[in-house]
C-alpha cells in the first residue's frame, strides 16, 4: 500500500494544531458540558472513512470526562438531497448506535445545508465546535463561506478534516475554516492516527478550552500548549 509522504501532511497538522491554539478559550463549567457537530459526509465514496468514525468518536467521550463532558451532535448528508442530524448525545454508546444504524448512499455534498444547520443550533444554544469530515465540495463556495462568516460570529468554529488530495475541496474548506476562526487539516486512509489526535483535540477544545489542551499528553497536544499565550496576556 502506498503511503503520502509523512511531512507535509505533519505540517499541514501542525499548522491547523497552531491555528486551534489561537482560537478564543471555551471554559467549561460544572453546569455545562461542550456542545460539539460531528459532521460525516456519508455519499458513496466514504464507506471506510465512515466505518474509521465510528471507532473513534467514543474517545471524544473519553477525552472530555474530566473537562464536564461533551454533548456530540452527528450529523450527515447523503442521497438525494438527505441531511439528518442526532440530538446532542452524552451516551458515547447511543452516538455508536444511531452511526452503525446509517449506510452510505450515493449522492453530491450538502455542506451549505450542514453549515445552515449549525447556525441554526449555534443560534438556540452555544456550539462550541463544529467538525467537518469529508473528501468533496460540489457546491458554489461563497454561500457557504457566508455562512461561515455568521458562524464566526456566533463563536462557533469550523474544523474542516479533508481527506484526499481534491483541490477544489481543500480550497474551500480552507475558505471555511478561515472565515469560522476553526482550522482545516488534511488525513488518509493511511494515517487514522492523525484524524484520531485532530478529533481529540477539538473535543477537548470545545469541553475545556486551551488551557484543557494545554494538559492534554501527547505530540499533538504538546504542538498547541507551545503556542498558548502567557497567563495574563
Given amino acids: 500500500m502506498t503511503r503520502l509522504p509523512a511531512k507535509p501532511e505533519n505540517a499541514a497538522v501542525a499548522a491547523f494544531l497552531q491555528k486551534l491554539a489561537a482560537t478564543p478559550a471555551v471554559r467549561a463549567t460544572s453546569a455545562r458540558r461542550g456542545r460539539l457537530i460531528f459532521a460525516v459526509d456519508a455519499t458513496a465514496s466514504r ?9 473513534l468518536q467514543a474517545e ?7 473537562l464536564g463532558g461533551l454533548a456530540v451532535q452527528l450529523a450527515y448528508w447523503r442521497g438525494y ?12 454508546r447511543e452516538l455508536a448506535r444511531r452511526m452503525s444504524a446509517v449506510t452510505v448512499l450515493g449522492g ?16 438556540r444554544e452555544k456550539v462550541d ?10 457546491e458554489a463556495v461563497d454561500p457557504i463561506c457566508h455562512l461561515a462568516g455568521q458562524l464566526a460570529l456566533h463563536g462557533t ?8 488530495n481534491d483541490r477544489a475541496a481543500e480550497l474551500g474548506f480552507r475558505q471555511i475554516a478561515k472565515l469560522s476562526g476553526g482550522a482545516w487539516a488534511p488525513f488518509d486512509a493511511d494515517s487514522p492516527e492523525a484524524l484520531r489526535e485532530l478529533l481529540r483535540a477539538v473535543a477537548i477544545f470545545a469541553a475545556g478550552g486551551r488551557a484543557a489542551l494545554a494538559r492534554l499528553p501527547g505530540r499533538e497536544a504538546a504542538r498547541i500548549a507551545g503556542q498558548l499565550p502567557a497567563p495574563g496576556r
Fill in 47 to 55: 464507506q471506510p472513512a465512515w466505518d474509521r468514525a465510528c471507532q
Fill in 60 to 66: 471524544m467521550f473519553l477525552a472530555t470526562r474530566d
Fill in 108 to 123: 453530491q455534498t450538502q455542506v451549505l445545508r450542514c453549515l445552515e444547520h449549525a447556525l441554526a443550533e449555534t443560534r
Fill in 157 to 164: 468554529p469550523v474544523f474542516c478534516f479533508q481527506e484526499g
Fill in 81 to 92: 438531497m438527505e441531511f439528518a442530524a442526532t440530538p446532542f448525545l452524552t451516551d458515547t
Fill in 129 to 138: 465546535a463544529l467538525v467537518l469530515v469529508g473528501d468533496a465540495l460540489e
